[in-house]
């Protein structure tokens, strides 16, 4: 099996520093590449043809706050894979248009914790193949993480290493592996349904939140991730202030009453049947509230019409975590009439 081993400082001209800030520096003894840019991107020049690789970086954080962790199967510089290490974490976070999206991605499907991860070196490897990953630390056998639903496809891409705000980096090695059997999960949208999510929207085009529009235009339609989330990053650019709308219509043969339930991120008007039912935001604001979606952050109680009832937002994005939208019913799976 062939193998790819680079230092950072030593082997740099190996390696596309683009606009990362990346200097030389020391820790605790060892030479090794200073981060401290949030969502810098060093990308490896050699291209690895493999179709399975382990691909593993020597990293350290030396505070509180500070991640860093291995780029892959990138499609363009902000479109890829991405698991990292954090103070307290490891997590899964694919890159959409940009943009970070653990507040979508969150729960032991794409994270686990761990206890304090500052202040020494670690081992970070990721085994990537063509329908999932598997992701180990320092010489522990039992994997930490098993993603056998990459979000981005399993497409082959690009490799590097990331970071968000001060990290070191020495080492990046890729080695060539024999494929691994693993099993790729898929979005099963009419379970989702069954538990109530509503799992089919419009989205319209995104503007300005202090736009005044008599229309929303160039209408979308767009199904939610495996948890039930509509993730409005895999379908546009977050920029501070851009904003859409989202509408789900369904229709039920009864009048019936349930619970609605949703979670959110960044900022949220929720109508129901033309009715506001919520305004509010929910952020990354450490340590009162992390911006993570789940569908139990908020919840109403609704009278739902016999005949075509509506679910409308306005959604905000505020900042580049994740940006999206989960509401469940308390309803059975319905009968969605968007578009018709």
């Known amino acids: 099996m062939f193998r790819l081993e680079r230092d950072l400082i030593e082997d740099a001209a190996g390696f596309d520093l683009g606009e990362s800030g990346a200097v030389p520096g020391e820790y605790l003894g060892r030479k090794a590449l200073y981060l401290e840019k949030p969502g810098a991107t060093i990308w490896l020049l050699e291209e690895v043809p493999y179709t399975s690789c382990r691909i593993e970086i020597e ?77 180990y630390l320092n010489d522990d056998p039992e994997p930490q993480l098993v993603l056998s639903n990459l979000q981005h496809g399993g497409e082959r891409g690009r490799i590097g290493l990331w970071s968000f705000l001060p990290a070191y980096a020495s080492r990046l090695s890729v080695t060539e592996l024999p494929p691994a059997p693993l099993e790729r999960r898929a979005t099963d949208l009419q379970r989702l349904a069954e538990e109530g999510y509503v799992v089919e929207w419009r989205v319209s085009s995104p503007y300005l939140q202090d736009e005044q529009l ?84 908020g919840s109403a109680s609704v009278r739902w019409r016999s005949g075509i009832n509506t679910i409308r937002a306005e959604l905000t994005n505020c900042e580049a975590f994740g940006w999206g939208i989960c509401v469940k019913t308390g309803l059975p799976a319905v009968t969605y009439t968007n578009g018709k």
């Not at 350290?60 to 894979?81: C, K």
Request: hydrophobic fraction near 40%; charged fraction near 20%.
């Open 59 to 135: 990293v350290a954080i030396p505070g509180p706050v500070g991640f860093a962790g291995i780029a892959f199967n990138a499609q363009d510089e902000r479109n890829y894979e991405l698991v990292y290490l954090g103070p307290i974490e490891i997590q899964y976070d694919p890159i959409w248009n940009g943009s970070m999206t653990w507040q979508i991605y969150n729960g032991p499907l794409y994270q686990k914790p761990l206890p304090d991860m500052t202040g020494a070196w670690f081992k970070l490897a990721v085994e990537v193949h063509p329908e999932g990953a598997i992701v």
């Open 214 to 297: 008599e229309a929303y235009e160039g209408w979308m339609k767009a199904t939610v991730e495996e948890n039930g989330t509509l993730n409005l990053n895999r379908l546009y650019a977050a920029q501070h202030g851009v904003t859409v709308q989202v509408e789900s219509a369904f229709e039920l043969p009864e009048e019936t009453e349930t619970i609605l339930s949703y979670g959110y991120s960044d900022c949220i008007r929720l109508w129901i049947n033309g009715e506001e039912v919520h305004e509010g935001d929910w952020r990354w604001r450490p340590p009162a509230s992390d911006g993570r979606i789940v569908s139990d952050f």
